[in-house]
């Protein structure tokens, strides 16, 4: 896998994205998280999974510099495998945290809610938010689902509409992570829950987590087409895409400086 490192301890395994400096998610990046999930779902000797990024960055989200690139059937396929990911988080069985070493907007943030448990780094720069809105990218409904499991309707409802990005000390407060803790000590903070968890019968854990999201899972759209063929449709919209294009062109000259 290329864009992703394992490092496989006693009882569990620790997935760090490894694409590039900020960890920006394209459609390898997705298929490899896919393989490696499912991979570790099936290993009866991996009883639980952490999940983090690099110094700084969990996720800067979406590559959209490449997927500007992609055609039409590209980006169908990549909307298509991104939400079956979303979808394969949310309803993993096993214990799942995710250990936020920084910046973690939009995409990343769409990884981290799929966790049971989110330690993020502290730090007044550091941000996590669903800003789909911002950015002209049509969120989907079961994403809104999950963003409202955390931190309730009103909220959810708010923050998603306005595009906001929270910093830490906001979504600690929201109940958007549980944690905030020094960077170089985030992946420790994971590993030391991970091992609570350990110590527990672990078909109970499993069972108990299943009970605790019937509800979130019911409100799902397993399928969720029409969703994700809204978001590939409002993708090639003339004015989105000069949007995009003058991010990019922002973004490359900020670069070349």
Known sequence: MNTLEVLYKTDYAIVQMNRGKVNAINFEMVQDLRDIFYELGKNDTVKGVILTGKPHYFSAGLDLIELYGYD???????????????LELVQFKKPFISAITGHSPAGGCVLAVTSDNRYMAEGDTYVIGLNEVAVNI????????????????????????????????????????????????????????????????QEILRNTKAKLRKHLWDKLDLKAENSLREASELWWKPEIRAKMKAYMESFSSRKNQ
Do not use: C
């Not at 998603?160 to 910093?167: A, E, H, P």
């Not at 830490?168 to 829950?193: I, W």
């Open 72 to 86: 039409k059937s590209q980006i169908q396929d990549f909307f298509v495998s991104f939400g079956a990911l979303y």
């Open 138 to 201: 049509q969120i989907s409904q079961n994403l809104t689902e999950v963003y409202a499991y955390w931190m309730g309707d009103g909220l959810a409802h708010r923050y998603i509409l306005s595009g906001k990005l929270l910093s830490g000390k906001e979504a600690l407060a929201a109940g958007l992570v549980d944690e905030l803790v020094p960077l170089e000590n985030v992946v420790l903070r994971a590993e030391t829950q991970m091992h609570h968890y350990m110590q527990a019968d």
